[in-house]
């Protein structure tokens, strides 16, 4: 797969990456190669258990892989690459006994990004994902509000690149989406139903049993 | 604010809103009053506060820290939540620690609450002011938190149920040896007795405080500490050395690092 921009531009570069979860085992997802540039957005499509997710994880450094990956020119998962890398996580989890507001809170202060203050940042990062002030303080069970805090989370403080795991195509997601490759940032999402996203990332990466189709 | 600070912090504000969490606390408080008055109306009330007393730190402390320990990190790993932490630029050592931390501080403060609670209950009843109890409940506390950091390293790696099966076995074999290196001390193993004291030598002990040893051997310890006996012959309990407490808080430091290897090494959601 190549993209116009060079290496050196790339926001995400992968080459033959592998991932086997235990030894012996059939790699879960194998010979990955990948080049996503500032502005660019990609889908990554396929059936549940193709390696998707994987995918992701490795890109944001929560597994070990093999091959060669680089993300915002560094090694995935170290706090200098992931302080500019928005992570949106699937499922509802994630924010478990926590309200939006606090589950984005801290994520905005662990990336310690943006030039806004600390409130005036979440703030914006909840209403771009839509979640209005009323329900930004409770903590819920509510799926909708979950999947836009994955929402926020991915977005807030500006990133320079954001992965999205099974995002809902929310209105905001759209917006979100947009905007980021606009100001020249990537998107990178998953997706097993993905609806308008592939119109709206541009790429498509399909996986089958691990292996780009 | 490091990362370390703010995790702990977010863990604390979590864990102390969770119902069981917050249904052992207030049970505790509630027998620990319960203990208080009916000390009052006890023959031996003194020996009834402090057996009671010391009931409540063991039964419901080994509740909270098979709890707290059990739901350090499996669930949120599964759940993704240590996984959006991680990705977000946490290093894995603060992740581990602060979980373990966070925990550790809850365990206190649940101690704390329930011993200052029996201390003013048996001031207000006139039994006057127990600081041997107070030592006892930093003993408890020590021996608490030895199990919570075992459940905490297993809960790594496996599921909560199985995590807290390896925190109580943990807490048992603790209990284990040092009661056996008591009968190892005046010889009732017989062929046994080198192998007791390998073992004391090498697995973490139970913290035994003055306090409780002296009921112990007196058989007035209740359920917290029923007397130690071979062979219907009572062996006697000595409270713990200097020694004994480097020894476990040693233990806790190594089982702490079980933690944070466990978490490095292990793939995230």
């Given at each position: 797969m190549t993209t116009a921009a060079g290496p050196s531009d790339a926001l995400v570069i992968a080459e033959s990456l592998q991932v086997v979860y235990?030894?012996?085992?059939?790699p879960a997802i194998d010979e990955i190669d990948l080049t996503v540039a500032p502005g660019e957005g990609l889908l990554v499509v396929g059936?549940?258990?193709?390696?998707?997710?994987t995918l992701l994880r490795a890109l944001l450094g929560l597994i070990r892989f093999g091959g060669a990956l680089t993300v915002l020119g560094g090694y995935p998962g170290t706090p200098a690459v992931a302080a500019h890398v928005g992570w949106g996580p699937q499922g509802k989890g994630f924010a478990d006994g926590q309200s939006p507001r606090s589950v984005v809170e801290m994520v905005a202060r662990l990336r310690r990004t943006g030039s806004d203050t600390l409130a005036a940042t979440v703030a914006r990062a909840l209403e771009d994902a839509g979640i209005e002030a009323t329900v930004a303080d409770r903590v819920t069970n509510d799926v909708e509000i979950v999947r836009r805090t994955s929402l926020a989370c991915a977005v807030v403080g500006d990133p320079r690149l954001v992965v999205l795991d099974d995002p809902w195509e929310f209105e905001e997601t759209v917006a979100a989406i947009s905007a980021v490759r606009a100001r020249g940032g990537a998107v990178v999402a998953a997706s097993n139903d993905p609806g308008g996203l592939p119109s709206l990332l541009g790429r498509t990466l399909t996986l089958v049993d691990g292996v780009a189709a | 604010m490091s990362a370390f600070v703010l995790l702990v912090r977010v863990d604390m504000m979590r864990e102390v809103r969770r119902r069981w969490f917050i249904g052992v606390l207030v049970a505790g408080f509630v027998a620990s009053v319960m203990v208080a008055i009916g000390a009052t109306m006890a023959s031996q009330n003194d020996?009834?506060?402090?057996?009671?007393?010391?009931?409540?730190?063991?039964?419901?402390?080994?509740?909270?820290?098979?709890?707290?320990?059990?739901?350090?990190?499996?669930?949120?790993?599964?759940?993704?939540?240590?996984?959006?932490?991680?990705?977000?630029?946490?290093?894995?050592?603060?992740?581990?620690?602060?979980?373990?931390v966070s925990r550790l501080v809850l365990?206190?403060?649940?101690?704390?609450?329930?011993?200052?609670?029996?201390?003013?209950?048996?001031?207000?009843s006139g039994l006057g002011l127990?600081?041997?109890?107070?030592?006892?409940?930093?003993?408890?506390?020590?021996?608490l938190a030895l199990t919570l950091?075992?459940?905490?390293?297993?809960?790594?790696?496996?599921?909560?149920?199985?995590?807290?099966i390896i925190g109580l076995m943990m807490h048992i074999t603790a209990q284990a040896t040092v009661n056996l290196a008591a009968a190892a001390d005046v010889g009732r193993l017989g062929n046994a007795n080198r192998l007791a004291q390998v073992a004391y030598?090498?697995?973490?002990?139970?913290?035994?405080?003055?306090?409780i040893a002296e009921m112990q051997n007196r058989d007035a310890g209740g359920p917290a500490a029923p007397q130690f006996e071979i062979n219907s012959v009572p062996v006697p309990i000595h409270p713990s050395t200097i020694g004994s407490v480097v020894w476990t808080i040693a233990w806790c430091a190594f089982l702490l690092w079980l933690c944070f290897v466990g978490i490095r090494q292990r793939n995230l959601n």
């Open positions: 235990q030894r012996g085992a059939t059936e549940p258990g193709s390696g998707k997710s | 020996d009834a506060f402090r057996a009671g007393g010391a009931s409540v730190l063991l039964l419901g402390g080994l509740v909270a820290a098979l709890g707290l320990g059990a739901t350090a990190f499996w669930r949120d790993i599964q759940s993704g939540a240590l996984g959006l932490v991680a990705a977000t630029g946490a290093p894995r050592g603060a992740i581990a620690s602060s979980r373990a365990l206190a403060g649940t101690i704390a609450v329930w011993t200052v609670t029996l201390v003013v209950g048996a001031l207000v127990h600081g041997p109890f107070v030592v006892h409940a930093l003993a408890q506390f020590l021996t950091l075992a459940t905490a390293a297993a809960s790594t790696v496996l599921g909560p149920w199985v995590a807290a030598n090498m697995l973490p002990h139970t913290i035994v405080s003055p306090m």
